[in-house]
């Protein structure tokens, strides 16, 4: 990963993004279909809430033995993974549905996942995806001191070791959003005066988000203490839960943004970037396992980030379609498109620009 970007005039990046645009619309419109979700997202949505619930329920109302019901907290984190990438993502961008209400709904379904709509709204919808790969503007990319994502962050001695240890800390991710992070997310968005739409009432986002929290404490932690299951066993399960989600989450998000082949561009003086936002996204993303239909069913198309950065509005579902329009078009304009064939070679590839950033204090 660098920082050095080509760049584009106005004229050639608009005519990229206009053509890109025109011909992706006119795929849609050729086939008929609409650009949201379709039976296929609503078949996966019913799977991945029963695999997120279902072993819920089962561990409340079967007597099981203890390795039976750390196994079921397994099942629980995948499904809650599943579920935050396929029905909520979508939800929460507006794509899962035509309908404006279908798509609140699925969007809150973070409530239940220990997040906040408004706080995940503004970071992944705001600032990510304005802000790709921006070091100090996109918060994906800050992981504290313990792990150097960018070579702008500072370097410590102990990041040497960081391809190692890092997959054992990207599991906490979700954990860290049922403890601290929204309460952490909330505060500093209000005082930056930061939203997604029409700013909110500030009393009702601290309202939601202190009822939420309690309601989902109360479902996840103290139900099942109150049924009779050891609390020591509700929490280990808990924490299970929220690692397998974490760490699914996690690497599923690094290996699109967090490569060699991706970029960290920097802007000017006055704050700007040298590219208009289309040509960022392309050079600051990447697929991988475009060919995998388990990867591609299972992330909700999260291996196809290069699409889902130019057109977070269309379903992942669709994703695959329009692909191969994205990746001709951007070989007509001399523009990249990153992308790994397996997800093997991203994880390698992820993990050796981990130990690259760990053992370079400065990359070139």
Not at 79 to 96: E, I, K, Q
Not at 113 to 123: I, P
Request: proline share 4%.
């Amino acid at each position: 990963m660098n920082t050095n970007v080509p760049t584009f005039s106005k004229q050639d990046s608009l005519k990229f993004f206009r053509t890109l645009n025109s011909r992706v619309n006119a795929y849609f419109k050729d086939n008929n279909i609409k650009k949201t979700g379709n039976w296929k997202l609503h078949l996966k949505a019913v799977i991945m809430f029963l695999l997120f619930l279902t072993p819920y329920f089962l561990i409340l109302t079967i007597s099981m033995p203890f390795w039976v019901m750390l196994l079921l907290s397994v099942v629980i984190g995948i499904g809650m993974a599943g579920v935050g990438m396929n029905v909520m993502h979508d939800g929460n961008h507006g794509s899962y549905s035509n309908k404006s209400w279908l798509n609140k709904f699925m969007g809150g379904s973070i409530y239940i996942l220990a997040g906040n709509v408004h706080n995940w709204q503004v970071q992944h919808n705001v600032l990510h995806h304005t802000f790709t790969n921006i070091h100090g503007h996109d918060e994906d990319l800050d992981a504290g001191r313990i792990i150097r994502f960018t070579q702008e962050a500072p370097w410590y001695k102990f990041h040497k070791f960081q391809h190692y240890y890092s997959v054992f800390l990207y599991g906490l991710l979700t954990f860290n959003w049922a403890l601290t992070t929204d309460w952490k997310q909330m505060k500093g968005y209000l005082k930056r005066k930061l939203s997604y739409g029409e700013p909110q009432n500030p009393a009702k986002l601290w309202t939601v988000l202190v009822i939420t929290k309690i309601i989902y404490v109360t479902l996840w932690l103290v139900l099942p203490i109150i049924i009779g299951i050891v609390w020591w066993k509700v929490l280990l399960g808990f924490f299970i839960m929220h690692y397998t989600a974490g760490l699914i989450l996690s690497i599923v998000f690094q290996l699109a943004h967090v490569v060699d082949e991706t970029t960290n561009p920097i802007p000017n003086e006055e704050g700007e970037m040298e590219n208009t936002w289309a040509i960022h996204q392309l050079y600051t993303t990447a697929n991988f396992a475009p060919k995998n239909r388990i990867v591609n069913w299972f992330t909700g198309g999260l291996n196809h980030q290069v699409e889902h950065h130019l057109f977070p509005h269309i379903s992942h579902v669709h994703y695959g379609k329009i692909a191969e329009i994205v990746k001709q078009t951007a070989k007509e304009c001399n523009l990249p498109y990153h992308e790994f064939q397996t997800m093997r070679g991203a994880v390698i590839a992820h993990f050796k620009h981990l130990r690259d950033l760990g053992q370079k204090p400065a990359m070139a």
